[in-house]
């Protein structure tokens, strides 16, 4: 089956380490994006890459950092310079370049929490 | 700026009641609209999308959204609620922006079904 698979579902990480988080589509799409979720906040971008090799900040991607090699993954690092990385980090996927019509694909999410 | 408003953050209903879900949206040209539904601790799920033509548009789960230009909404609703249907619901919006096309999500509405 076709889709998005985010691990680890839970990750702790003590503070002043950095630690990635992986994101991998067997879907052929060639746009993935990276969010953050906040209770009350919604669905915030860190980082977006449209094609390989390339990638976008987005509105909050201070102390992330991503890598596009291959086309189906797209791993998120959280580095020691976010100071509040506790959250739920999405991934997610959409064919073409992204076009504005097409519907993006979610992975389950991983929750990373500070300790 | 592009922008997406849910103004209830927390919606409760008894279930078999009827549903509607406010969604605002700031957006210059014709907008490319989505309503995703979020199981606690997983992904979305697509709803139901308009992009263009008729304005009242059916999704999964019997759930339906009317686009009113002349409101800049794009209400989701359903004629009887389902005890399954408890969730978090997200409006979002296809911007492009510097030649990178991206979702702008609201911050989400909490529906919380009594028996």
């Known amino acids: 089956d076709g889709g998005i698979t985010q691990s680890p579902k839970y990750l702790f990480r003590k503070e002043g380490q950095n630690v990635t988080l992986s994101c991998e589509q067997n879907?052929?799409?060639?746009?993935m994006y990276w969010y953050r979720q906040d209770p009350g906040q919604g669905l915030r971008l860190i980082y977006y890459?449209?094609?390989?090799?390339?990638?976008q900040k987005g509105d909050i991607a201070e102390g992330y950092s991503v890598s596009r090699e291959k086309k189906e993954s797209f791993p998120l690092t959280v580095t020691s310079a976010q100071k509040n990385p506790t959250a739920f980090y999405l991934c997610?996927?959409?064919?073409?370049?992204?076009?504005?019509?097409?519907?993006?694909?979610f992975g389950q999410g991983t929750r990373l929490t500070v300790v | 700026a592009q922008s997406v408003t849910q103004p209830d953050i927390h919606i409760t209903v008894s279930e078999g009641a009827s549903l509607e879900l406010r969604c605002n949206y700031s957006?210059?040209?014709?907008?490319?609209l989505f309503w995703y539904v979020q199981s606690p601790g997983q992904g979305l799920q697509l709803l139901l999308k308009?992009?263009?033509?008729?304005?009242l548009v059916q999704g999964i789960k019997g759930f339906e959204a009317e686009f009113k230009r002349s409101q800049s909404s794009f209400n989701l609703r359903k004629p009887s609620v389902h005890w399954s249907d408890a969730a978090e619901y997200f409006c979002?919006?296809?911007?492009?922006?510097?030649?990178?096309?991206?979702?702008?999500f609201g911050t989400g509405t909490r529906l919380q079904v009594f028996p």
């Open positions: 997610a996927s959409r064919s073409g370049t992204g076009g504005l019509n097409t519907e993006a694909f």
């Open positions: 879907l052929n799409h060639d746009a």
């Open positions: 890459s449209q094609i390989v090799n390339d990638f």
């Open positions: 957006y210059g040209a014709t907008p490319y």
């Open positions: 308009y992009f263009s033509g008729d304005t």
């Open positions: 979002a919006v296809g911007a492009s922006s510097y030649n990178t096309d991206k979702l702008i």
